[in-house]
């Protein structure tokens, strides 16, 4: 006997009337047309049934801090960056604990069971450090949550960096992060990306660094990045975050740059809602988009995937843990309206993303982990068109999370009484 059997769902590869068996936890089967003897059985109506949502970059330290203490006035990274400045000081574990745990209530109810968060480590004091070891540890029942490193003031800039880092990976936090970009000098960036790569090296860690996110077209914190990991054998294991100064370099460059990234097997991390709203802000017009090259980088065969980044927080008043939001702005951004740009958007922001996480037993194939959502949409495009209500949100084959379908009662006479922005499909 099954513990559940999922039904007549579609699938993001176009599978229809799809089965899928769960027992202990993990999927046993996935067939069309399967009927067995299950404890539950849950008829998905030809909905699409996805692997769960991902966020492969966060700062979960800051999320749902809006309006402490005050409110970012001018909406820029520069005012962001002192405000959270003004806010650390004033930080209390208990409060940031309480605020990352109603986070991550947001994101099971998103259907978002894996989260890679940064957390800043310049603080000697490392509250947020611990924290969110703790949070991470609460949460562990529900959803998975990674801890990077990130000297949000520069390693090598802010006195005790490196030592505040070191013991941050020493209390288990899981990635060497880094802010290149941020030092005083290009020579100082490119020498913190080599210093943590070792620091990675040495400690077997991945590595995830916020790399060259500014429009300064000359910055080449990610060129360093990829040629470490080639010199430390590190290929597979690093991740370069936001990357955004790429919108602005010279192509020529770039298309020596790509190939470079690709053959290092080193991961980009586009965050579609920050870089859209952060980058190209000392511009007037024309105004520079500052996301990364993202269909460029996928076609060179790249890594790509799609962060939410901030929440409610000093840089960013927006957001509520929707990957599919995320997805969404990714696409207009990066204008990737082709059928096959829609798919890779949704990719970027499930399997790409896990991938960058590093995450086992994730997919819709036997033996992976029954951890999935069911989506109000039928397939990947209306998914993201709709940013469609997370029906049911199972992890490891229990029910984690429901939410009501979407729909508007209409008071139309002659009309049907009500609409839920799916029109109808002609086979
Ligand atoms: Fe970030």
Redesign the pocket.
């Known amino acids: 006997m099954l513990d559940l059997l999922v039904h007549n769902a579609t699938l993001p590869d176009g599978r229809t009337n799809m089965s899928v068996a769960v027992q202990g936890g993990r999927i046993a089967e996935v067939a069309e047309g399967l009927d067995a003897p299950a404890r539950e059985k849950l008829d998905a109506q030809g909905l699409l049934l996805s692997p769960h949502f991902v966020d492969p ?1 966060f ?1 979960m330290d800051a999320t749902l801090s809006y309006g402490l203490p005050r409110v970012n006035q001018s909406g820029t990274l520069l005012e962001g960056i002192a405000l959270w400045g003004e806010l650390k000081p004033l930080l209390k574990a208990e409060a940031l604990i309480e605020r990352a745990l109603a986070y991550c209530d947001w994101a099971v109810a998103k259907g978002l069971l894996a989260i890679r968060t ?1 957390v800043d480590t310049s603080d000697a004091s490392l509250l947020a450090v611990d924290a969110l070891l703790e949070v991470k540890h609460r949460v562990a029942p529900y959803l998975d949550l990674q801890l990077v490193a990130f000297p949000q003031d520069g390693v090598l800039r802010s006195p005790g960096g490196v030592d505040n880092l070191k013991r941050a990976l020493d209390k288990g936090v899981d990635v060497v992060g880094g802010i290149p970009h941020f030092e005083r000098t290009m020579a100082d960036g490119a020498a913190s990306v080599k210093l943590l790569c070792e620091i990675a090296a040495e400690r077997g860690l991945p590595v995830d660094m ?1 790399c060259d ?1 500014s429009d300064d077209p000359l910055s080449r914190h990610i060129e360093t990045l990829a040629f470490e990991t080639q010199r430390l054998g590190l290929q597979g294991r690093v991740t370069g ?2 990357c955004t100064s790429m919108h602005s370099m010279d192509n020529y460059y770039v298309s020596k740059l790509l190939p470079l990234i690709a053959e290092a097997q080193v991961n980009v991390i586009a ?1 579609p809602l ?1 870089n859209i709203t952060l980058q190209g802000r000392h511009d007037t017009y024309p105004k520079r988009r500052g996301m990364t090259r993202v269909p460029e980088l996928m076609a060179a065969g790249v890594n790509v995937g799609f962060g939410h ?2 929440v409610m927080d000093p840089w960013y008043g927006m957001g509520s843990g929707d990957m599919l939001e995320v997805a969404h702005m990714g696409l207009h951004v990066a204008q990737m309206t082709s059928q096959a740009g829609i798919g890779q958007c949704f990719d970027a922001v499930t399997g790409n993303a896990a991938r960058i996480f590093g995450l086992e037993g994730y997919g819709l194939d036997a033996g992976c982990d029954a951890s999935f959502v069911l989506l109000q949409a039928r397939d990947p495009v209306e998914a993201i068109r709709l940013r469609a209500a997370r029906l049911k949100v199972f992890r490891k084959g229990e029910l984690l999370a429901e939410s009501a379908p979407a729909s508007a009662s209409l008071r139309l006479s002659g009309r049907p009484d009500s609409t839920d922005f799916m029109p109808a499909r002609k086979n």
Do not use: L, P, T
Request: glycine share 0%; with cysteine.
């Open positions: 970059h700062h940064h916020h996110e975050s936001h965050n920050i980044d901030c």
